[in-house]
C-alpha cells in the first residue's frame, strides 16, 4: 500500500507553508520598499544620532520612565549638550506629533507593537 | 572528535560570514543567492526525500500496539495507544506529533545491588524535545514578521504570545530563552553521558551547534548588538516579493545568523532532520490495528514455493492409512 | 557441556561502561555462548536456500560466495525498495538514545551494540556509505562505513541478539521498530547462507511435515491420543478430539510444542478439555499441526512459504473459521501478516462463536480468533462451570508475550480469564507488563543451549520483575501464552528465581474446568488439588 494520495496531500500542505511568504507577498501585492516617515519639518536633529535612535529608542524611552518615575529625575543632556525633559508627549511627540505617520510605520511594518500608548494618548487623539 | 568537527564546521561558516559582510558583492550573495538556493534546496530537497518514501510501499500492516485491542464489546480498547479506526490513527499521530506521545513513556533503568532492576520516570528528554521543538516552531512564526507584509494576524498573535511576560526592553521573548536551554541541554546530555556520546555522530552535533549559533546571534542582535530591523525587513521583503535588494547598514552578526539558518536549511533533506517528515511516515504508527478486520494488500506478494497437502499426502499416506487418519486418495 | 557453569552472580556484574574508541573499531567478539550455530546444510538444501554448505560462526572463513558483496548490496537495494518502513527507518533516527535501556539484551549485557539505536546503526552505516550522498562524499565523518567481512560477522552477531520484540519501538518518538532492521538484516545474512540452524531447520521440518519439530501424521496422532487418554484419566471421562475431520466448524492450529513440550502439554490439556465441555465442533490437522512460523525469523518468503498450510487446509477440510493456539510470534504472523500474504480468506464465513453467538468483529476478515479471546467471551457468558479453587495451589503472574502485546494489543482478555479461574493473581510491576513488557530473551529462534548465556542475559529483566512478585507475594507461577515462553521461561526462572514454575493460560483453565460427569483426581500434572493436600482455600 502506498498511500500516494495522503503523501501528496501532506507534501502540498509542507509546501504552501514553507512557501507561504512568496504567495503572500503576491497575494498582499506587498511592497519591497521600507515605510517612509513623515519627519518634523522644523527639527533635523534628534536627541541621539539616527542610528542610535533607530535602533535603541525603546531602551532609552525605558531608562527615561524608569528614572522620572522611580527617581525624579527630568533632566537630560544630549552628548553634544543639548538639554531636554525626559518626557515622551513634552519631548519625543513635540516634534513626532504625528504618531500615525511616524511611529505606527515602522513599528507595523517590523511587527513590533509599543506599549507607549497603554499609559499614554497618542497625540492625535488629543484633538 | 565527531564534536569537534561539528564546532569547526561552523566557526568556518562563522568566520566566512563575517568575512563575507564587509564588501558589497561578497554580501550580495551571502544576503541574497545564498538564502534563495538554501530555500530551493530545502524545498526540493524534502520533496525528492518523501517521494523517495513514498515510491517504497508499506507492504505489511506492522502498527506497535501499545494498549488493548479492540476486540469483544465489553473488553475496553485503547483508541490512543492502539487505534482500530482512521480517526483514532489520526489522534495517535497528532499525539505523536503535537506532545511527543512516546518520548513521554521514557524511563530510566537502573541496576542495584541485589541484583535489582529498577525503573524510574525519566521525563528529562520529554521535557527538553517539547520545549526545543515547540520554541523552534514559535521563533519560525516569529520571524514571518520580516517575510511578510502586512505582518498578519496568527505573527501577531505568536509574537504577542511568545513576549506576555513583558520581561525587557525590547521583550524578551520565551521561545529564545527556551530554544537556548533546550539546545543547550541536548548538547550537554550528548557531550556527557558516556553512552550518548559513544552513540553520536558528527551529524548529531552539527545541527545542534548550527541552531545554538543561530539563537545566540539572534538573541545577541536583539538585545545587546541592536541593528536596525527596518533594513532587515527590506531585505527579507526583497525576498519574499522577488525583488531582492540589499539595504545599507546591516551588520556583520546578522550575515552569520543568516548563514547559519541558511546552512541549517540546505542541510536538513539530507540529514537526520528528515524526522520531521518522517515521524507522519511511520507504519508503526500511522496503521490502524485493524488487521484481522480488513485486509492490508501488499504490491508485490510474490508467489512462492509451498508445500501441498497432496505432496504431503503423496510422502506419508502408508503413515497415516496406519494411523487410521481419513486421506484424500487411498495408498495403492 | 565442558563450559564452567553459569553463576547469576557473574551474570548480573554488569559493566555499562563503553569503549574509549569508537564503535566502528571494536571487532565482533564472537565468544561462546553468545551467538547459534551455523545452519545444517540439509535443511537448508531441502528448502532451497542460497550457499548451502557445513559452516560454523567460530571458525574464521565463513565460505561465503566471492561476490557476497554485491549480494548484499543488492540485497539492501531491493528491500529499500519493497519496505517504506526500512527507507524511513534508515533515515529519520536522531540517535536520541530513549531505546538504549529498554532493550532487554542491553540491560543484562551492558554491550553498546545492544543498545537498538547502535544496532540499527550497524545496518544505518553500511546503507549510508553505499546509498547516500553524503556518506559517499564525507565517508566516516557522515557515519558511514564500507562492507567488509567483520561487518558481516558483526550483524551475524548482533542481529541474533535481537529477539525482535519491539519494545522499544514503543519508546521511539518516531516508532523505529528494531525488529524491522532486524528482519532485514537476518534477510541480508540468509541470501549468503548465514541462518543458524535453530531457524533453518524447524523452518525445513515445518515446511516437510508441517510443523518444526517434525513430527510426522502418525506421531501427531499419538500424541494427541496419549492426550486423551491422559485426560481421561484427570477427569474420568472419555474425551474426542477430531483430526483431519473434513466438515467440521472450526479448524484448531496450535503450535507444535502444545503437543510435544512441557510445560505446554497441560495448556493443550486444557484446550481439549474445554473444547469437549462446550460441545465444539471442530477439527485439529496433522498438516496444519503449526501455527508457529520460523519463517518470520528468517524471511518474508519463508515466513510465507510456511504460513500457506493454514489458509489452504482450511479450505481442504472445508470448515467455516479458525481458532489459533497460545504462542506468541505465531500471532504476529496470524495478526499481521497471514491475510496479506496468504489471504484473501473469502471461502471462510466470519467468526461467530457457536456457544455464545458473538460475532468476532476483529477477525471479520482474517477468520481466525485467538483462544485467548474465544475463552474469556465463553466465561463471560457464563458457558462453562469454573471452580477458582482448584488453581490454589498457585500464586500466579502473567508474562504478557512481546508479540500478542506490541503487535496486537492481546492484554485484557487473558488476564479476565486468568482472574476467572484463579483465586490469586498478581501483577509484575507495570514498567515490565503490557505494552512495556519484557522479552524471555529467547524468542525470534534463538532459544538454544548453545547461546545460554546470551539468554540468561537477555532474560534477566523479566525474571527480575518475576521475582519481585515472588518474594512480595510470594508468586509461584508465571502464567503465559506463547509456546517459546514456556520452552524458555522454566530455565530462566530456574536460574534466577528459583521456585517459579511455568504454566500455560489453558493449563489454569483446564484445572479450574469443571467438566460434566467428571470424577477429577486433580490438576492436570496430576498434581492433588490445594484443598485434597489440606491446604486451606481462600477464595
Known sequence: MHDTGKILAGLAVFLALATSPLWYASLARSSAAAPRLDLPAAERRCVLPREVIRASH?????????????????????????????????????????????????????????????????????? | MNALVSLIVVAVLTAVAVAGAGARPSAFVLGIVVPYAAAAVFLLGIVIRVLRWARAPVPFRIPTTCGQQNSLPWVKSSPLDNPHTALGVAARMALEVLCFRSLFRNTRSELRDGPRLIYAENKWLWLGAMTFHWSLLAVVVRHMRFFMEPVPFPVLFALRMDGILEVGVPVVYMSSLGLLAAAGYLLARRLLSPQLRYISLAADYLPLFLILGIAGSGILMRHFTKLDVIAVKELAMGLSTLQPALPEGIGALFFVHLLLVSSLLAYLPFSKLMHLGGVFLSPTRNLANNNRMKRHLNPWNPPVRVHTYEEYEDEFRTLMKGAGLPLEKEPK | MTEPKLKPDEVASIDYVVPPEGWTRTLPDLRKGTFNYGANPKSAQYLGLPNPRAWQPMEADWKLPPDWQRIVLEGLRERLSKYRSLQVFMDVCVRCGACADKCHFYIGSGDPKNMPVLRAELLRSVYRNDFTAAGKILGSLAGARPLTIDVIKEWFLYFYQCTECRRCSVFCPYGIDTAEITMMGRELLNLLGLGIDWITTPASNCFRTGNHLGIQPHGFKDSVDFALDDLESIFGVRVEAPINKKGAEILFVVPSADYFGDPHYFGFLGYLALFHEIGLDYTLSTFASEGGNFGLFHSSEMMKRLNAKIYAEARRLGVKWIIGGECGHMWRVLHQYMDTMNGPADFLEAPVSPITGTPFENAASTKMVHIAEFTADLIKHGKVK??????????????????????????????????????????????????ETFCCGSGSGIGTDENLEMRMRGGFPRANAVRHVHEKHGVNLLACICAIDKATLPPLMEFWVPGVQVAALHELVGNALVMKGEKRTGDLRGQPFAAEKGGKKDA
Open chain 1, 58 to 127: 525603546m531602551q532609552l524611552l525605558d531608562e527615561w520612565r524608569t528614572q522620572v518615575v522611580r527617581d525624579g529625575q527630568r533632566d537630560y543632556v544630549t552628548p553634544d549638550g543639548r538639554r531636554f525633559d525626559k518626557s515622551l508627549t513634552r519631548t519625543c511627540l513635540k516634534c513626532h506629533s504625528n504618531e500615525k505617520n511616524f511611529c505606527s510605520r515602522c513599528h507595523d511594518y517590523a511587527g513590533a507593537k509599543p506599549v507607549c500608548w497603554n499609559c499614554h494618548v497618542k497625540p492625535e487623539d488629543i484633538k
Open chain 3, 386 to 435: 469454573l471452580d477458582c479453587s482448584r488453581n490454589d495451589h498457585w500464586r500466579v503472574t502473567f508474562h504478557d508475550s512481546c508479540n500478542p502485546a506490541r503487535a496486537m494489543g492481546l492484554f485484557e482478555e487473558p488476564r479476565f480469564v486468568l482472574k476467572s479461574v484463579c483465586n490469586n493473581f498478581f501483577e509484575m510491576p507495570e514498567n515490565t507488563i503490557r505494552e
